[in-house]
């Protein structure tokens, strides 16, 4: 095996039990931490596949900022485990068949894909740097781009309204 | 040959981490004798000759202190905090670029952990880490002093780190590069009024006001604040451990004092490089020369970081704590927009032929608005605050 092989194998196998962690830890503190993890090794897959940029925006963006937001708000609530009273059996049954229906879903959808081959002799090594990103990103694909930054701006919006205080409310 | 190359970069890199260790350890003995001088004291004396060995004897003592762990503490989170916070502090100085390089027969090795193209993002990452440690320690500690402190750590860091990214913006337009050794460089090239802390001032003062904020340095200490929460986030810390959360501190001034200095100050450039560099190269041979240029360089660099750890400690003892609202107004009101305009104006300035000095303008009006509205404020008279 190649060491990069190892590598792979190694975070493929951390990522999988952080990931498997997240949803089996009893403690919410547990499971964000779990979660950080996942995202950490997610950032290492990026790295492998020479998307440098991807792995440090994607450690910044969700590990950095959302996270810590994850934590902060669960450590405020504290939350006890006599609190998840919102699990009944009809939601319980309800997760079963949806989780069932997207499982058969994604068998079906990987056993109909044909994975193109890899073809080393026209592969550009540069393709996930920063560069080569960003003219992909202000040439090909400028209106998604745009789009998307107005998505990004209406939602920032929206959360200042949200959390904007109105005349007469206390502080807290 | 490769095994050339990795072994000088072992070097190099076991070389950064061990004086990133040196520099924090010496920081503490530092600190204490630049308050004994504000002060008017002598500091610490009595451990070895003008008390050198004095932050052994710290770290000695932190080691036989009893290591206590709470009852109620969440045991692997208690431990995993300052271990986090130490780790992070420890990764971010990998990409900065504390000298040109070095060369011997025909390898050209640069001072560095490691060059990659996104080197101030990097950065921004560790960074953005680094909150975890003081958060999982503080909840981990199952104490509500304790949690207070993590949380006013969390909002602090995240509320500064935006600031923090817009005030560097301005200098990636100018340079058209993530990696910190091509910013370095590009100011290098510029020559010695081509310093980023020239052409971007606000943008500088924005960064360093954030960096004090990141470090959790006084006047922006509110986590470890005394006065209202016993000890902060390591209240219920003893031995090694605290010991472990006050060295991260001093890690992450070092590196913030490198950071600003690669960034703002020109990293390993100092005025007439070109020609010392050329003479050097001349009478030494092009071998010798290149090194001993780039150990003189790396010796420049290594006098700017000192400055600026010297300048931490000299904030400290003059500017007292801020209130934790005026902590937030001023990074959301004040140094966000502020850093927002910078970015405008400078954006303007290089569209408008490559004008690379417009941030200046910012800078002149800020301050003529500043002494207008000193002049019309009544004499004796402090406004009243609003909030």
Partial sequence: MKPIEIVFYVLTGITLLSAITVVTARNPI????ALIATFFCLSGHYILMNAQFLAAVNIIVY???????????????NLRREDEESKTNLTKMAAVVVG??????????????QLPAVNEGNFDARTGLVEQLGIMLYSDYLLPFELASVLLLVAMVGAVMLGKREAGDRHF | MDLTIFIVKSIIILAVFGISLLIATYSTYVERKVAAFMQDRIGPDRAGPWGLLQPIADAGKMFF?????????????????????MLTALMSSAVIPFGDSIRFDNYDIPVQGIEINIGVLYIFGVVSLGVYGIMVGGWASNNKFSLLGAIRAAS???????ALGLSIIAILMMSGSLSVRAIVEQQAEAGFLGWNVFTQPLGFIIFLTCAFAECNRTPFDLPECETELVGGYHTEYSSMKLGFYLFAEYINMFVSSAFISSLYFGGYHYPFMEQISNALTNSLGAVTGHNVATAIGTAAFFGKIFFFIFFFMWVRWTVPRFRYDQLMNLGWKILIPLSVLNIIV??????FNGMKYASWLIVIVATVLAIMSNSRAPKGQVSPQRS
Wanted: glycine share 6%; charged share 10%; hydrophobic share 65%.
């Fill in chain 1, 30 to 33: 547990h499971s964000v931490l």
């Fill in chain 2, 346 to 351: 400078s954006a303007s300035g290089l569209l």
């Fill in chain 2, 65 to 85: 202190k009893e290591d206590f762990i709470p009852a109620q503490a969440s045991k692997w989170l208690f431990i995993l905090g300052p271990a986090l916070a």
């Fill in chain 2, 156 to 162: 602090q860091n995240i509320s500064y780190e935006v």
């Fill in chain 1, 100 to 113: 069932g229906i997207l499982m058969v879903t994604m068998l079906l959808v990987f056993r109909a894909v």
């Fill in chain 1, 63 to 77: 590990a950095g900022a959302i996270m810590v937001l994850f934590l902060f708000t669960i450590m405020f609530l």
